[in-house]
């Protein structure tokens, strides 16, 4: 199975700072990686595909990036509406496996 | 608009058995792909299986030979029968559309739905 591992688990951050979440895979998934958030009590939404690809009605202050085993998610200037849990997911191969999560709170 | 609707959860003994529904909404449900996805009490996400328009299902080690997926395209409707349940399969059971890529990826869940395993 590919393991995915986010860091870091969890980060403090004040609204308009930029923001970097990584990703890494166990082994090498092309540009099979996808981004989620989730709010308490709500299910997961989808942010960005195929490594790099905003989901339609994301901002654009959302980006990724990376091919192979590292990947990044970047918010460039954060909003209220941002602190949420975020998981990286790929899509390579099953077992299909998400990373841990990293929750991103306001400092 | 593309909706997903679960049911089915509840409290349950382990050794029990329950069945999982989801209704769906807003697009043609036998073109795609459809998976389940659960989330343990304050824990992350974890695959639990899959299954494809042509009806190939795939399943997470952890629930293979007790969980079976099924789908009835008539009924726009995607199951899960869990069996031989324990503590562990405790969760919220999210039904998930596949996108339009045809791999993986997630882009429409339900509201999800709990199941709750204990004596």
């Known amino acids: 199975d590919i393991q995915m591992t986010q860091s870091p688990s969890s980060v403090s951050a004040s609204v308009g700072d930029r923001v970097t979440i990584t990703c890494r895979a166990s082994q090498g998934i092309s540009s099979w990686l996808v981004w989620y958030q989730q709010k308490p009590g709500k299910a997961p939404k989808l942010l960005i595909y195929a490594a790099s690809s905003l989901q339609s009605g994301v901002p654009s202050r959302f980006s990724g990036s990376g091919s192979g085993t590292d990947f990044t998610l970047t918010i460039s200037s954060l909003q209220p509406e941002d602190f949420a849990t975020y998981y990286c997911?790929?899509?390579?191969?099953?077992?299909?496996?998400f990373g841990q999560g990293t929750k991103l709170e306001i400092k | 608009e593309v909706q997903l609707v679960e049911s089915g959860g509840g409290l349950v003994q382990p050794g029990g058995s329950l069945r999982l529904s989801c209704a769906a909404f807003?697009?043609?449900?036998?073109?795609?792909?459809m998976s389940w996805v659960r989330q343990a009490p304050g824990k992350g996400l974890e695959w639990v299986s899959a299954?494809?328009?042509?009806?190939?299902?795939y399943y997470a080690d952890s629930v293979k030979g007790r969980f079976t997926v099924s789908r009835d395209n008539s009924k726009s409707t995607l199951y899960l029968q869990i069996n031989s349940l324990r503590a562990e399969d405790t969760a919220v059971y999210y039904c998930?559309?596949?996108?339009?890529?045809?791999?993986?990826?997630?882009?429409?869940w339900g509201q999800g739905t709990l199941v709750t395993v204990s004596s």
């Open positions: 299954i494809h328009s042509d009806g190939s299902a």
């Open positions: 998930a559309k596949y996108g339009s890529l045809a791999v993986a990826l997630f882009d429409h």
């Open positions: 807003g697009f043609t449900f036998s073109t795609y792909a």
């Open positions: 997911q790929q899509a390579n191969s099953f077992p299909v496996t």
